[in-house]
């Protein structure tokens, strides 16, 4: 059991700018712009170079130059690597204005790299290093810039492996990793804005739930309607809210579920020992099945995600595959219900459901192309939650992956 919060360290190579080219405002939780109001990126490279994109860490399917349309007014960081050189402006910060074309040069000056190998038993795992999602294994990159760096090794329902690696001048690090599979626990939470015992419930939840790792555990935040319908949380996703507190029959806030299974709530200290009790106990459980998200792509509105699914047998009748869609944080400046809480972690925005039979599995394997649609775009970092619940209620596996724009 470890922190899941992501150890952080800058790429020695990247000088971190700041390039403000137009202010983004944040009010309620929400970026202050419409869903038609996006800006693009034009790059290019000294040289003409043909330089790898990425995109909040994300890797951009074209090479500079490149002309990125459609991204939401906001806040970016945007890395270029070439291999074996180094780049002059390091990692870049800066703001997209709504409307606005923002032009960026890139020049590439030193000539430097060791190389980088990494393989994986299951293969297809993430290649993360310092956030920047490589590819999948196996992987090998040569010329990449020399130094420290943390590398993470990610698949679905495997535990997760990281380690610090240093890459030096013209040799290779080569690492090989086995991930083994596990069960991903779901913490469901109700909260709302009037209702006096649920900061206290919600602060307990987001620390317990920040001492695992999300191959180990995940938590999603829904608002109820009660004691007022004026949540703003509430009112985002109503009727996804609704559906969920309708599917539990809720009957008042806070309420807490781990794995579909609810928790009686009689006090404070007794609800964090109940829940890592709970969650130690079901951590042991052996996977039936393997949920792995191969793909998310958020585009406007719409969210697109590819998901594989490896069972150990069948899967059970009546089971639904839920997605969910999650923002990290919200911070309000003024507490927007009468309980004063001004901090809400792990935020539901979107919901969608489709029943398992739906899947078309080919022997014990199986993948699913779904979309769904959000009503605006949140402001910050968003998050795409599937997993499997039985007729029973019973979670039977969960997962949880970052948004990609691309």
């Not at 490589?134 to 090998?140: C, I, N, S």
């Not at 059970?316 to 009468?338: H, K, Q």
């Not at 899947?359 to 192309?369: F, K, R």
């Amino acid at each position: 059991m470890k922190n899941r919060k992501k150890l952080k360290q800058s790429m020695p190579f990247l000088l971190i700018l700041t390039a403000l080219v137009s202010a983004c405002t944040v009010q309620d939780g929400l970026n202050d712009y419409n869903s038609e109001e996006y800006g693009a990126l034009r790059i290019t490279a000294e040289g003409s170079l043909a330089a790898d994109i990425f995109v909040n860490g994300w890797l951009h399917p074209e090479k500079t130059p490149a002309q990125i349309d459609s991204l939401p007014a906001g806040e970016y960081e945007i890395t270029l690597l070439y291999p074996h050189r180094l780049c002059d402006q390091g990692r870049l910060e800066l703001a997209i204005g709504a409307g606005s074309i923002t032009d960026l040069s890139f020049s590439f000056s030193q000539k430097t790299g060791g190389n980088l190998s990494v393989l994986s038993d299951p293969a297809g795992a993430r290649v993360i290093l310092d956030d920047l999602v490589l590819g999948v294994t196996p992987f090998h990159y040569d010329g990449f810039p020399i130094g420290a760096y943390l590398l993470e090794i990610q698949k679905g329902s495997h535990r997760s492996n990281s380690q610090f690696i240093e890459i030096r001048e013209n040799e290779r690090f080569s690492g090989s990793f086995t991930l083994s599979p596990r069960k991903t626990l779901l913490v469901e939470h109700f909260s709302n804005t009037n209702c006096p015992p649920c900061p206290q419930a919600e602060a307990i939840i987001e620390n317990l739930v920040g001492e695992f790792t999300k191959d180990e555990v995940i938590s999603i935040g829904y608002h109820a309607s009660f004691p007022s319908n004026a949540d703003p949380m509430y009112r985002f996703a109503q009727a996804a809210n609704d559906a969920r507190a309708e599917f539990y029959k809720l009957a008042a806030a806070p309420a807490v579920y781990l794995n579909g299974k609810f928790l009686m709530l009689t006090s404070f200290p007794q609800l964090e020992e109940d829940l890592r009790n709970a969650i130690l106990e079901s951590a042991q459980e052996i996977p039936q099945v393997l949920l792995h998200i191969e793909m998310t792509k958020l585009r406007g509105l719409e969210i697109e995600c590819r998901l594989h699914i490896e069972c150990i047998e069948n899967l059970p009748n009546g089971a639904n595959l839920y997605y969910a869609v999650t923002e990290d944080t919200i911070r309000y400046e003024t507490a927007p219900g009468t309980n004063g809480q001004t901090h809400f972690a792990d935020v539901m925005r979107a919901m969608h459901s489709v029943p398992a039979s739906t899947i078309e599995m080919n022997g014990l394997h199986g993948t699913i192309t779904q979309k769904l649609s959000l009503s605006a775009i949140p402001a910050g970092k968003l998050w795409l939650l599937v997993w499997l619940q039985a007729e029973d209620k019973s979670i039977i596996q969960s997962v949880k992956s970052p948004l990609s724009l691309f």
